[in-house]
């Protein structure tokens, strides 16, 4: 996150992509599918364009997405939420969270996060002048122990943020995992806020938004996005729901940051929301064979990766490879691997902070959102680099 003067750097994963520009290999690094979005929600954008819908949206984002919004989480999780109140369109989930966080953080808070954590956490903590507390996901299963979790939390502790599915790990919260979180936000009086950009993607067992335990939604920003779902990262589409009271402070910072998210996206976005239980079945069986591709290929080059529950990402432990390598850490093994098998992938100790870096130096992530070709050719490539 930061360099030796303690600067700001760039993310993980524009260098991550930079190497494999760099190398030729194939970008396993950056999540983003490499697959077209969903043809009808594209005609929708053009449409929308043709239409005029060329000016500022509403600061919190145009009515017909946010009552589409509301729908589905009725549809989804048994939700009632009020479209006009409760719900607020974002420029992805990146501004949803940073507006979530900065409306609740003041200087000097603390907030819980857990380790390893998508970077933008970090930066986002820090533009607050606030101070995360780590808890690590234990590898290989990456669960938190309980009593780390309790110990976390203080009266200094104004916020916990949420990854479920969890970016980088493929893993899914545990239901203990979830009313324990909740328990000490309400114990604490911390804001819970949740990332749920994954909702759609995962393989086993049904999502359950924190917002829907008891006690929980009184207390929980909830921040999702069409980039992960509609394939559509570029658009810069996401939103936030919860109580009133929350949003109305999220809605206030947001209007300083985008002010609006694009305006013609946000029609045709709208109407990708209410696509049919058959469209997100579809996205699920296509993502499950395409995880099953890289895993099942990480498996012949001798890893053993934990088959990932959730999100688009595979995390493997890489330690039998540094031999054959001459390298010593996950991160070298990537860099290796971008100049002699063709495969470019993350340290997931690019996702930690210094404390609990060792623990996570012999893993590394790779993702599967990308067309089965593709996946199959890395794995190809990556045997025959062995
Ligand atoms: N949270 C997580 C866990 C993510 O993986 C990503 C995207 N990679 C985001 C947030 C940002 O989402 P968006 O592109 O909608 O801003
Ligand atoms: N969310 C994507 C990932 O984790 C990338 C997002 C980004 O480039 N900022 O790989």
Redesign the pocket.
Known sequence: LLDASGRLLSTVFEEMTALAQRTGAVNLGQ?FPDFPAPERMVNAASEALAAGHNQYAPIKGIPSLRTAIAEHQRQFYGLDLDAESQIIVSA????G?AASLLSVLEPGDEVVVFEPH?D?YGAVIRFAGATAVPVPLLPPRFTPDPDDVRAAFSPRTRAVIL?DPH?PTGTVASPEFLTQLVELATEFEAVIVT?E??EHLRFTGEHTPIATLPGAFDRTLTVS?A??TFSA?GW?V?WVSGPEHLIRGVTAVKSYLSHSAAAPLQHAVAEAVGFPPEFYEHLLDDYRDRRDILVNGLREAGLNPPEPQGTFFAVADVSDHYALAGVSTAKDLGEHWAENAGVVGIPVSAFVGEANRDLYSDWLRLAFCKRADVLRKAMADLALSL
């Open positions: 999540g992805g989930a990146t501004e969270l998508y933008l990854n970016n990332d950009v994954y996005s980039g992960k990262t810069r996401g």
